[in-house]
């Protein structure tokens, strides 16, 4: 039974999705003014990731994660690449799209983008006024936090330390303008030269809090399951989004809070920020690492931890992934003297791997023991792959079992690019001149490896390879 640790309890609760088979779930996605970096990489892995074993696990998965295209952080960009706020979102959307793809993100059902929901962004914030939880200044709309029951429920902080917290952080300006320092911003008055909505309050444009609310209501209903994001949104973003939306629904807006851990870099594991400029472009990784072995290396850190980025960290990835794809390819060399057939004894061993896969899975996503249980399968395949007879049914049924358990990390071995396989098939044929004590044909096929630049390396584990 699945278990999903809850930010708003702060305990792993049991997860009991609304609609049995179903899962509606909401992850902020990213502004799109710059390309995103590892640690942006990291969240949208970390809840593909989740979502791939939901899926696994039956579950029909409703995925919805915006683009935030408009505010100030587009408008500088626009200035600084002489362009429009409008291109500055486009050419960004297409970057991440691409950085995404390439890291084997399965896009969301929809992404849905801010500019094309301001209608219901001014619904929301006039029905929020028409309840009294909203007020009107000079063209800005602010909610009344105090207004809002268990306001600060889901980081844990009491009214007292928020009312602290707040009066550091707004500017002098917006202060005076808001009731009361916790208020936030609903919508703002349109500055000069800034793309700007016609609203009841005048010319301007939404908060960012706001948009997520409208959306996830729009794509998902008033009540979703599982709602994601970064661990530096559990305030205030995603506290407001719990006031706005369950003041203007009635009712309760998500179940479980999910928030991934930040990657942080160098010996004293500082946070990975644009702000620090400590941080390390998707593209810039993906340029110069296997995109499969940035993927892994992401996908089998456990979601909450944080993830120390290092060279060595993805050396280790890649030799894994090399030591699945020798041990699938070993499979499938084995085909060839195969009888037909099954051993049940086989069979049921596969089952059990999946069943403590799922046991390690299903508490709160633990990829790492989950992949421990991969680790003990691959050793069970090798085994097998090497024994003196085999059955085709039993190897087929290990490499289906491989494929779906790298799958739910966003490796796929299946569509291997042609010169692997080629250099599998070559490691599984050595090794059997080798077996078979030919070793003139073991060193040709050692040579002509090298000549395409793989060097070998035997290990007690099986001969893992490697680009020069
Ligand atoms: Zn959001």
Same mark, same amino acid.
């Given at each position: 039974?699945?278990?999903?640790?809850?930010?708003?309890?702060?305990?792993?609760?049991?997860?009991?999705?609304?609609?049995?088979?179903?899962?509606?779930?909401?992850?902020?996605?990213?502004?799109?003014?710059?390309?995103?970096?590892?640690?942006?990489?990291?969240?949208?892995?970390?809840?593909?990731?989740?979502?791939?074993?939901?899926?696994?696990?039956?579950?029909?998965?409703?995925?919805?994660?915006?683009?935030?295209?408009?505010?100030?952080?587009?408008?500088?960009?626009?200035?600084?690449?002489?362009?429009?706020?409008?291109?500055?979102?486009?050419?960004?959307?297409?970057?991440?799209?691409?950085?995404?793809?390439?890291?084997?993100?399965?896009?969301?059902?929809?992404?849905?983008?801010?500019?094309?929901?301001?209608?219901?962004?001014?619904?929301?914030?006039?029905?929020?006024?028409?309840?009294?939880?909203?007020?009107?200044?000079?063209? /800005?709309?602010?909610?009344? &936090?105090?207004? =809002?029951?268990?306001? +600060?429920?889901?980081?844990?902080? *009491? @009214?007292?330390?928020? %009312?602290?917290?707040?009066?550091?952080?707004?500017?002098?300006?917006?202060?005076?303008?808001?009731?009361?320092?916790?208020?936030?911003?609903?919508?703002?008055?349109?500055?000069?030269?800034?793309?700007?909505?016609?609203?009841?309050?005048?010319?301007?444009?939404?908060?960012?809090?706001?948009?997520?609310?409208?959306?996830?209501?729009?794509?998902?209903?008033?009540?979703?399951?599982?709602?994601?994001?970064?661990?530096?949104?559990?305030?205030?973003?995603?506290?407001?989004?719990?006031?706005?939306?369950?003041?203007?629904?009635?009712?309760?807006?998500?179940?479980?809070?999910?928030?991934?851990?930040?990657?942080?870099?160098?010996?004293?594991?500082?946070?990975?920020?644009?702000?620090?400029?400590?941080?390390?472009?998707?593209?810039?990784?993906?340029? /110069?690492?296997?995109?499969? &072995?940035?993927? =892994?290396?992401?996908? +089998?850190?456990?979601?909450?931890? *944080? @993830?120390?980025?290092? %060279?060595?960290?993805?050396?280790?990835?890649?030799?894994?992934?090399?030591?699945?794809?020798v041990a699938r390819a070993n499979l499938l060399y084995r085909r060839?003297d195969a009888?037909?057939?099954?051993?049940?004894?086989i069979?049921?061993?596969?089952?059990?791997?999946?069943?403590?896969?799922?046991?390690?899975?299903?508490?709160?996503?633990?990829?790492?023991?989950?992949?421990?249980?991969?680790?003990?399968?691959i050793r069970s395949a090798n085994k097998y792959a090497a024994a003196p007879a085999v059955k085709?049914?039993d190897l087929?049924?290990y490499?289906?079992?491989?494929?779906?358990?790298?799958?739910?990390?966003?490796?796929?071995?299946?569509?291997?690019?042609?010169?692997?396989?080629?250099?599998?098939?070559?490691i599984v044929a050595r090794n059997a001149a080798r077996a078979a004590?030919?070793?003139?044909?073991?060193?040709?096929?050692?040579?002509?490896?090298?000549?395409?630049?793989?060097?070998?390396?035997d290990t007690a584990q099986g001969t893992?390879?490697?680009?020069?």
């Amino acid at each position: 039974m699945l278990k999903i640790y809850n930010t708003l309890s702060r305990e792993k609760e049991i997860f009991r999705p609304l609609t049995p088979g179903r899962v509606k779930m909401y992850v902020c996605g990213p502004t799109v003014y710059n390309y995103i970096h590892i640690g942006n990489a990291r969240s949208a892995v970390a809840f593909d990731t989740m979502r791939r074993y939901l899926e696994f696990s039956g579950y029909q998965v409703d995925y919805i994660s915006n683009f935030t295209d408009i505010g100030e952080k587009l408008a500088r960009t626009a200035v600084s690449e002489q362009t429009t706020v409008a291109a500055v979102a486009a050419k960004y959307i297409a970057a991440f799209n691409e950085d995404t793809a390439a890291l084997n993100i399965e896009p969301a059902t929809y992404h849905p983008r801010a500019t094309e929901n301001i209608s219901g962004i001014i619904a929301l914030v006039s029905d929020l006024i028409a309840k009294n939880l909203a007020y009107e200044v000079a063209g /800005d709309v602010y909610f009344r &936090a105090q207004q =809002f029951p268990n306001y +600060g429920q889901l980081s844990h902080q *009491p @009214l007292s330390e928020l %009312e602290v917290g707040a009066s550091q952080r707004t500017n002098d300006a917006e202060t005076a303008r808001k009731e009361d320092p916790i208020d936030f911003a609903l919508w703002k008055a349109a500055k000069p030269g800034e793309v700007a909505w016609e609203s009841p309050w005048g010319a301007g444009s939404p908060g960012w809090h706001v948009e997520c609310s409208v959306m996830a209501i729009k794509y998902l209903g008033a009540t979703i399951d599982i709602h994601g994001g970064g661990e530096d949104l559990e305030f205030p973003h995603h506290e407001n989004e719990i006031a706005q939306s369950e003041s203007y629904t009635g009712q309760k807006f998500a179940n479980y809070w999910v928030h991934n851990g930040f990657v942080t870099v160098g010996t004293d594991d500082e946070k990975m920020s644009k702000s620090l400029g400590n941080f390390v472009t998707a593209r810039a990784a993906l340029a /110069d690492f296997d995109h499969q &072995a940035v993927r =892994f290396f992401m996908a +089998g850190t456990h979601y909450r931890r *944080p @993830l120390r980025y290092t %060279e060595a960290g993805l050396e280790d990835a890649l030799n894994e992934i090399q030591r699945f794809k020798v041990a699938r390819a070993n499979l499938l060399y084995r085909r060839k003297d195969a009888t037909s057939g099954s051993t049940a004894p086989i069979l049921s061993a596969i089952a059990e791997f999946r069943q403590n896969f799922i046991a390690a899975m299903d508490d709160d996503f633990n990829v790492q023991n989950g992949l421990a249980v991969v680790h003990e399968f691959i050793r069970s395949a090798n085994k097998y792959a090497a024994a003196p007879a085999v059955k085709l049914d039993d190897l087929m049924a290990y490499v289906g079992q491989l494929d779906e358990f790298l799958a739910v990390f966003g490796v796929d071995l299946s569509q291997t690019e042609g010169v692997d396989s080629e250099v599998a098939d070559l490691i599984v044929a050595r090794n059997a001149a080798r077996a078979a004590k030919d070793y003139a044909t073991s060193d040709r096929i050692r040579d002509e490896l090298a000549a395409r630049q793989i060097i070998l390396e035997d290990t007690a584990q099986g001969t893992r390879w490697r680009r020069q």
